[in-house]
């Protein structure tokens, strides 16, 4: 079948759903031609600890779960979500945060306008999965590095990253 194309009559023989994914060049569909909030690309890590971690501070400490994603666009956002195994050995309960690199990006400063996550303790020994979602602009096309922070409100506080529970990040580019 032969594709014509003509001043009178236009473009004739194309009909719909003759064009398929085979037809287009690679690289024909670029992220910059896809609309503002669509996904550019999905990135995720899955971690299972051999053995516990434990944290008694105040100051934020990585926790080592972490995944990297390079935007496409500096007007990219990063949508970040992290799933935790959890066990809180405290009556105090801990903050849970995201980093990009070594800077915090949502601290549990509510009156600042972040969004920390706090696990709320039930009794002397509490196990919460934990489920945190954080939306960065980061403003970079330079692979850029997210990981889960974690605190806790005293030094009293012990927090334990479950050993074989499943903890993950997964990283969402959205068009900006």
């Known amino acids: 079948m032969a594709l014509e194309l003509n001043g009178t009559t236009g473009v004739s023989l194309v ?11 690679a690289g024909a569909i670029t992220s910059s031609a896809l609309p503002e909030g669509s996904v550019l690309q999905v ?4 971690f299972e600890p051999t ?8 100051t934020f400490t990585d926790t080592g ?15 970040c979500i992290g ?10 309960a801990p903050i849970l ?14 009156s600042a306008g ?13 196990y919460g999965p934990v489920h945190m979602t954080f939306l960065d602009t980061p403003n970079t096309t330079s692979a850029t590095e997210y990981s889960v922070y974690i605190r806790g409100q005293t030094t009293a506080s012990a927090i334990t990253v479950h050993a074989g ?5 997964t990283l969402i580019e959205i068009a900006g």
Not at 15 to 25: E, I, K, R, W
Not at 43 to 46: A, D, F, N, P, Q
Not at 83 to 92: E, F, N, R, V, W
């Open 114 to 126: 972040q969004y920390g996550h706090y696990l709320y303790n039930q009794g002397a020994s509490t």
């Open 97 to 110: 945060c995201f980093a990009r690199g070594t800077s915090v990006i949502n601290d549990g400063a509510f």
């Open 15 to 25: 009909q719909d759903g003759v064009v398929t994914a085979a037809d287009l060049a």
């Open 51 to 58: 053995s516990q971690s434990a944290y008694t501070t105040t």
């Open 65 to 79: 779960i972490s995944a990297t994603i390079t935007p496409t666009s500096t007007s990219s956002k990063i949508l």
């Open 43 to 46: 990135v995720s890590e899955y």
């Open 83 to 92: 799933d935790l195994g959890m066990i809180l050995y405290s009556a105090s």
């Open 165 to 169: 529970s499943a903890n993950s990040i």
